[in-house]
């Protein structure tokens, strides 16, 4: 079974600084990679999702992007961070059309101050 | 376009009682999966369910079941003997067209009270 990292866990950061978080993969290989945020209440936005290394679809017009340098690997940046950027980023793996359980990662909650 | 409702934004109840949330669902696909995930205080998307539409009969799990309505696009999760463990968010969701990704649901926010 899948095992996702996600870290940092919690940032506080403040307006206009960058934003760096990682997210590995253990036990599958080629997965599809996605990074969802969760802003104040309770939905889930797709951000960005990843077929393959160096493939990134976005979701939604935003001040992030995202990564993938290896097959594991998903990142997702921003070099200035806004207020709105606040919420709780989760990446995700697996999918495909159809049957494919999605697994989370614990999470990072980022404030921006 | 493909969508999932969950018109239930939280529900309270007592420890021991059944309670039931809602999950009305879109898509033009005629064959699809559905899922469930629970989200404890901790914040981890816990995946519980996922139900492939050719398969319209009710599916029990301890206390949990489900039920899949093909004819109303609904695929309701009810928890029997509610317990103060229950108390989480609770998404329903449905592949998208494209790339696998999970559409949720806004979630359905279950407060069970010892």
């Known amino acids: 079974s899948q095992t996702i990292h996600q870290w940092p866990a919690t940032l506080v950061q403040p307006v206009g600084s960058p934003l760096s978080l990682e997210c590995t993969v253990e036990?599958?290989?080629?997965?599809?990679l996605y990074w969802y945020r969760q802003a104040a209440g309770r939905g889930l936005q797709l951000l960005f999702y990843?077929?393959?290394?160096?493939?990134i679809s976005s979701e939604v017009p935003q001040n992030l992007s995202a990564s993938r340098p290896q097959d594991r690997q998903f990142i997702l940046s921003s070099k200035k961070l806004l207020l709105s950027d606040s919420g709780f980023y989760l990446c995700?793996?697996?999918?495909?059309?159809?049957?494919?359980?999605?697994?989370f990662g614990a999470g990072s909650r980022l404030t921006v101050l | 376009a493909q969508k999932v409702t969950q018109a239930q934004t939280e529900i309270s109840v007592v420890e021991k009682e059944d309670v039931t949330l809602d999950c009305v669902y879109e898509t033009r696909d005629t064959t699809y999966y559905l899922f469930w995930y629970k989200q404890p205080p901790s914040g981890e998307l816990v995946f519980l369910i996922r139900?492939?539409?050719?398969?319209?009969q009710n599916e029990i799990s301890g206390r949990y079941s489900w039920n899949f309505q093909k004819s109303t696009s609904s695929f309701n999760f009810t928890i029997t003997a509610s317990q103060v463990v229950d108390s989480a968010v609770y998404f329903c969701a449905l592949p998208s067209y494209q790339g696998g990704k999970l559409i949720f649901g806004q979630g359905t926010e279950l407060s069970v009270k010892p």
């Open positions: 036990g599958t290989s080629n997965p599809n």
């Open positions: 990843s077929v393959g290394i160096g493939q």
């Open positions: 139900r492939n539409s050719f398969d319209e």
């Open positions: 995700a793996s697996g999918g495909g059309r159809g049957a494919n359980v999605l697994t």
